[in-house]
């Protein structure tokens, strides 16, 4: 079955760090960018980061440049995103999503959640 | 940073009626890159159109994209009770800055 799973969200104080995970199933991960995008309680979709099918290449949002790091790894089928110095407002559900031919996000995971309070 | 605007925040239709939604850009969407997807709560948001008018795998005809530069629409031509749910379009011409409308909320009237 052709699928992203993530996981690793929780329960997190401001300034404190977290990774999340998601793996991939059902087709060939390293054939593929892969992306992170988060929704917020209340609010839109926003597009967080990406990195390219071999790890060469990465970018990030604004919003969490400099704090958040995307990583993969072929041989385990897995992307990652590490969290440092987090925020309340990086409080949001968080998804990974394949990059299509060009960037737009032809399959997504289900997401985790990600709280970040005192 | 290319800044989309979705409108009607909500529309309230019932089935087997007609819907369209509208994203507007804030200035002209390179190469017509433009993206809609839908989202049901709990679920993946699920890739509808791409490029502005291609429908992506599986998506039935019903539902059909257009426009070009800085105004896009999504029209969904006859409402399914499936259907309901809060859409985004999203533009990837100025990738790697990648941005999303705020979406639409389709809700059964």
């Known amino acids: 079955q052709v699928q992203l799973v993530e996981s690793g969200g929780g329960v997190v104080q401001p300034g404190r760090s977290l990774r999340l995970s998601c793996a991939a199933s059902g087709f060939s991960f390293s054939s593929y960018a892969i992306h992170w995008v988060r929704r917020a309680p209340g609010k839109g979709l926003e597009w967080v980061a990406v990195i390219s099918n071999d790890a060469k290449n990465e970018y990030y949002a604004a919003s969490v440049k400099g704090r958040f790091t995307i990583s993969r790894d072929n041989s385990k089928n897995t992307l990652y995103l590490q969290m440092n110095n987090l925020r309340p407002e990086d409080t949001a559900v968080y998804y990974c999503a394949r990059g299509g031919v060009h960037w737009y996000f032809d399959l997504w995971g289900r997401g985790t959640l990600v709280t970040v309070s005192s | 940073e290319i800044v989309l605007t979705q409108s009607p925040g909500t529309l309230s239709l019932s089935p087997g009626e007609r819907a369209t939604l509208s994203c507007r850009a804030s200035q002209s969407v390179s190469s017509n890159y433009l993206a809609w997807y839908q989202q049901k709560p709990g679920q993946a948001p699920r890739l509808l159109i791409y490029g502005a008018s291609s429908r992506a795998t599986g998506i039935p005809d019903r539902f059909s994209g257009s426009g070009s530069g800085t105004d896009f629409t999504l029209t969904i031509s006859r409402l399914e009770p499936e259907d309901f749910a809060v859409f985004y379009c999203?533009?990837?011409?100025?990738?790697?800055?990648?941005?999303f409308g705020g979406g639409t909320k389709v809700e059964i009237k």
């Open positions: 999203q533009q990837y011409g100025s990738a790697p800055l990648l941005t």
